[in-house]
């Protein structure tokens, strides 16, 4: 099976500006979830979706994060404007469902670097 | 509140020698563990489980783990390493939901 699909693989941006950030899952899984990973850190939750609606945003800053699923597969992640401290490699991982018997496969990540 | 301790940020070995990656958890209630996997530039993958039943648990790539409720540990070991388990790992925790806490990764250097 295909897996989960991001792009792009690489943004550099000048702080304050966008950045956007997008996932394909695995075709039917149902769970979706955006993930920062920080250098010398493990990965934190930011979002998890279930279908196209939100399960959990506790820790996203939604004062300039913002993510999307429309239809329930391909989601979206937008930083607005961005700061130093975001960068990151940005991980999308989806499930079948949000279970723990059922594992998570995990994007390529996007490598966000804000100069 | 659930977290995970990674003692070791980097552990050098020999290949074809044994190694052991520390992981060590706090939480009031029962827990889930998992090891993840991330090879250089890929997502993560995981190498095994703990849900419950055998406190041993084998994973893929000969990697197996040991549940230790007593010591709040779930070292994750493998007899003999390959140059190519060069990688990060990651231990992660979780409380009877799909949301993992991770560990902050211990990076496994194989040296030939």
């Known amino acids: 099976e295909a897996g989960v699909a991001q792009s792009p693989r690489y943004k550099i941006i000048e702080k304050r500006q966008s950045v956007a950030f997008w996932c394909n899952p695995i075709?039917?899984?149902?769970?979706l979830y955006w993930y920062q990973q920080i250098l010398g850190q493990g990965p934190k939750l930011l979002i998890q979706?279930?279908?196209?609606?939100?399960?959990?945003d506790s820790q996203l800053p939604k004062d300039r994060f913002s993510a999307e699923r429309l239809k329930g597969v391909d989601s979206t992640l937008k930083i607005q404007p961005a700061k130093l401290e975001d960068s990151a490699v940005y991980l999308c991982?989806?499930?079948?469902?949000?279970?723990?018997?059922?594992?998570?496969?995990f994007g390529n990540g996007t490598r966000l670097t804000v100069t | 509140a659930q977290s995970v301790t990674q003692l070791d940020s980097q552990v050098p070995v020999f290949e074809e020698a044994p190694v052991e990656l520390r992981c060590n958890y706090s939480?009031?209630?029962?827990?889930?563990l998992f090891w993840y996997v991330q090879y250089p530039n890929q997502g993560l993958q995981l190498l095994l489980k703990?849900?419950?039943?055998?406190?041993l648990v084998k994973g893929i790539n000969g990697f197996e783990a040991e549940f230790n409720k007593s010591q709040t540990s779930f070292h994750l070991r493998k007899p003999s390493v390959h140059i190519s388990d060069t990688a990060e790992y990651f231990c992660?925790?979780?409380?009877?939901?799909?949301?993992?806490?991770f560990g902050t990764g211990t990076r496994l250097q194989v040296f030939p």
């Open positions: 991982a989806s499930s079948l469902a949000p279970q723990l018997n059922s594992p998570l496969h």
């Open positions: 075709s039917g899984h149902a769970t």
């Open positions: 979706f279930q279908n196209n609606g939100v399960v959990d």
């Open positions: 939480s009031s209630v029962s827990v889930y």
């Open positions: 703990y849900l419950s039943g055998s406190t």
């Open positions: 992660a925790v979780s409380h009877n939901t799909d949301k993992l806490i």
